[in-house]
């Protein structure tokens, strides 16, 4: 839990110090790669509760193939949509898209650790 509450202290310290720079910088690389590891963990924490019996409650998840895309794709979306706000000024949102993006993956990293 306290490492939680760290990495969400960060995220806002990120988000809260955005200005005007170059759109691929370390605090973009480390949202989106923060992002990336998110969705892995989310994935391969439910291959392991479906190889022991659980079910997916994701109606867009059903197979393995719809799983990973469904990851690759909550790990990529959310860079053009970072993009779009860089290049209208919106330093703030651009560096808040992928950290919101975290949060379903880790809820649902935690209701999986939790059952």
């Known amino acids: 839990m306290r490492s939680a509450v760290l990495v969400v202290a960060m995220l806002i310290a990120v988000v809260v110090r955005a200005a005007e ?3 691929v910088d370390a605090a973009n690389v480390a949202l989106w790669s923060a992002n990336a590891a998110v969705q892995v963990i989310d994935y391969r924490v439910t291959q392991s509760k479906l190889a022991r019996g659980y079910v997916e409650l994701n109606p867009l ?5 719809e799983r990973i895309a ?3 794709t ?3 979306a959310p860079i053009p949509f970072s993009w779009l706000a860089h ?7 651009e560096r808040l898209i ?3 993006s975290l949060v379903p993956a880790g809820v649902g990293i935690a209701v999986s650790k939790r059952f």
């Open 87 to 93: 290049k209208t000024g919106h330093h703030r949102i």
């Open 98 to 100: 992928p950290a919101l």
């Open 21 to 23: 720079h170059k759109f």
């Open 61 to 65: 998840g059903q197979s393995r193939g």
């Open 74 to 76: 909550a790990a990529v």
């Open 70 to 72: 469904l990851k690759a």
